[in-house]
């Protein structure tokens, strides 16, 4: 057995060796996870709800989660998509597609060889989250990002499945033709979802994400006229 006591720097590197290994393990669970959840929910689920099924039995791979909290939200973020991302080049192989967002995802047969349209910005994304070192990040550094999401990264912004998903998260059947309709909208919704009225944080958080989308669905709109 080798003796690193005598050593700080050795066992210092030890250690993160040792930390990389339970990370890499960790996401190779995770992996297998996805993909059996996602092949048992054909109709496709959402980000929010991915992580509270990987939360419960038989899976139990990410501990409690105060979802308000972006400092611990975003490492799991982060990691669930790192692997949807793997996922997705692994179905690719097998001429199947997954649509990654945190409102839609969903494994679906490719129609069609090669991309569709904007492939600069989707190679971004895929860049960004399949690079770890961006796993642990500064407090700022993670509030820019997560500010920024649906903003559109790379000039990506939601699709119109995200659209119409977002809209009926806030109770439409369709998308609103007007931004003012969306905002009162989702300030009913947030007073009925506040935990004071028997809500809870999780449905906040859902409403939250539906509201960016449309907001930023609009805001594209606006800059198109």
Same mark, same amino acid.
């Given at each position: 057995?080798?003796? $690193?006591? @005598?050593?700080?720097? &050795?066992? /210092?590197?030890?250690?993160?060796?040792?930390?990389?290994?339970?990370?890499?393990?960790?996401?190779?669970?995770?992996?297998?996870?996805?993909?059996?959840? !996602?092949?048992?929910?054909?109709?496709?689920?959402?980000?929010?709800?991915?992580?509270?099924?990987?939360?419960?039995?038989?899976?139990? &791979?990410?501990?409690? !989660?105060?979802?308000?909290?972006?400092?611990?939200?975003?490492?799991?973020?982060?990691?669930?998509?790192?692997?949807?991302?793997?996922?997705?080049?692994?179905?690719?192989?097998? *001429?199947?597609? &997954?649509?990654?967002?945190?409102? #839609?995802?969903?494994?679906? =047969?490719?129609? $069609?060889?090669?991309?569709? *349209?904007?492939? *600069?910005?989707?190679?971004?994304?895929?860049?960004?989250?399949?690079?770890?070192?961006?796993?642990?990040?500064?407090?700022? +550094?993670?509030?820019?990002?997560?500010? #920024?999401?649906?903003?559109?990264?790379?000039?990506?912004?939601?699709?119109?499945? %995200? $659209?119409?998903? @977002? +809209? =009926?998260?806030?109770?439409?059947?369709?998308?609103?033709?007007?931004?003012?309709?969306?905002?009162?909208?989702? =300030?009913?919704?947030?007073?009925?979802?506040?935990?004071?009225?028997?809500?809870?944080?999780?449905?906040?958080?859902?409403?939250? %994400?539906?509201?960016?989308?449309?907001?930023?669905?609009? /805001?594209?709109?606006?800059?198109?006229?």
């Amino acid at each position: 057995m080798t003796d $690193t006591s @005598a050593s700080p720097e &050795l066992s /210092s590197s030890l250690s993160a060796t040792a930390s990389d290994e339970i990370l890499d393990q960790h996401i190779q669970h995770m992996l297998v996870a996805v993909e059996h959840v !996602l092949r048992n929910s054909p109709e496709g689920t959402d980000e929010l709800n991915l992580i509270k099924t990987l939360q419960r039995p038989p899976w139990r &791979l990410i501990g409690d !989660l105060e979802f308000h909290d972006t400092q611990k939200l975003y490492p799991v973020h982060f990691l669930l998509f790192h692997v949807l991302y793997h996922l997705k080049d692994t179905l690719i192989e097998n *001429g199947e597609s &997954l649509t990654i967002s945190p409102l #839609r995802i969903i494994i679906e =047969r490719q129609d $069609t060889v090669g991309g569709t *349209g904007l492939p *600069g910005a989707v190679d971004s994304l895929r860049k960004f989250y399949l690079d770890l070192s961006q796993y642990k990040l500064p407090e700022e +550094a993670i509030q820019q990002m997560m500010d #920024r999401f649906w903003s559109g990264y790379q000039g990506l912004g939601p699709s119109k499945p %995200e $659209t119409l998903h @977002a +809209a =009926r998260v806030l109770g439409f059947d369709s998308v609103p033709d007007c931004f003012n309709t969306v905002k009162q909208a989702f =300030r009913r919704a947030v007073m009925h979802a506040h935990p004071d009225r028997g809500g809870e944080t999780e449905e906040i958080q859902s409403l939250n %994400e539906a509201f960016t989308v449309l907001k930023t669905h609009f /805001s594209q709109m606006m800059e198109q006229t």
